[in-house]
């Protein structure tokens, strides 16, 4: 993946030399002060957690930037390779947008604070950071496009990756709008809206052409 490959390069160096089961350890403990307070969690309660101070935290990942891009690109790439197996499913096109979207949905809604601290506070202090998730997010409409083109027959490249980038923003804007109504609006509910305004689109990005029953 783009992203993950891309910003692994610029974190690893920092990194380098250290420990990579410790490494993790830290991550995880970051992962859980992230999980239960929020995306306001400070570094001070993450090298708490760990149990070590915040000199010595940042000086695992280089410094604050460093263990926000290392906290990107460890969830981006969980993220990426879930929604890549739906992607990849043998099922009619219905069934692998509504899995696409439903994982997706699944899995942001599943680690909230997280999400919100990559997506809000980690890309607005750091500018790498914000680098990395929007790497993703044109990854993702990357994967989308190809998949799609193949699958619907899709002859024109431009049109394929506007159409796959167009649906990749909105599903996370759909998605982040249903984050804040979760307790009244079934996940179903968006998969479903979310679903048929996909492939009301379909034809017109194939240039007229439907899919068959079988997503051919």
């Known amino acids: 993946m783009t992203s993950v490959n891309g910003t692994a390069g610029s974190t690893a160096g920092r990194g380098a030399g250290r420990d990579p089961d410790r490494r993790r350890a830290l991550l995880e403990a970051a992962d859980r002060v992230i999980q239960r307070e929020g995306p306001e969690a400070s570094m001070a309660a993450i090298a708490a957690e760990a149990g070590i101070s915040k000199p010595i935290l940042y000086r695992h990942f280089g410094d604050k930037s460093g263990l926000y891009q290392a906290l990107a690109e460890r969830h981006a790439r969980k993220l990426i390779e879930?929604?890549?197996?739906?992607?990849?499913?043998p099922v009619p096109v219905r069934d692998r947008a509504r899995g696409t979207i439903d994982t997706y949905l699944a899995l942001v809604s599943a680690n909230l604070n997280?999400?919100?601290f990559?997506?809000?506070?980690?890309?607005?202090?750091?500018a790498a950071t914000h680098s990395a998730m929007s790497t993703m997010i044109r990854e993702l409409g990357r994967a989308l496009a190809e998949v799609m083109a193949a699958e619907v027959e899709v002859d024109d490249p431009v049109r394929a990756h506007v159409w796959a980038h167009a649906v990749i923003g909105m599903v996370q804007t759909a998605g982040d709008w249903w984050l804040d109504h979760m307790a009244e609006v079934p996940r179903e509910a968006v998969v479903d809206s979310l679903a048929d305004i996909v492939l009301g689109g379909l034809p017109a990005a194939a240039g007229g052409r439907v899919p068959g029953p079988s997503g051919a």
């Open 82 to 89: 879930g929604v890549r197996a739906e992607f990849s499913r």
């Open 114 to 116: 997280l999400y919100r």
């Open 118 to 126: 990559l997506m809000h506070r980690a890309s607005a202090e750091d």
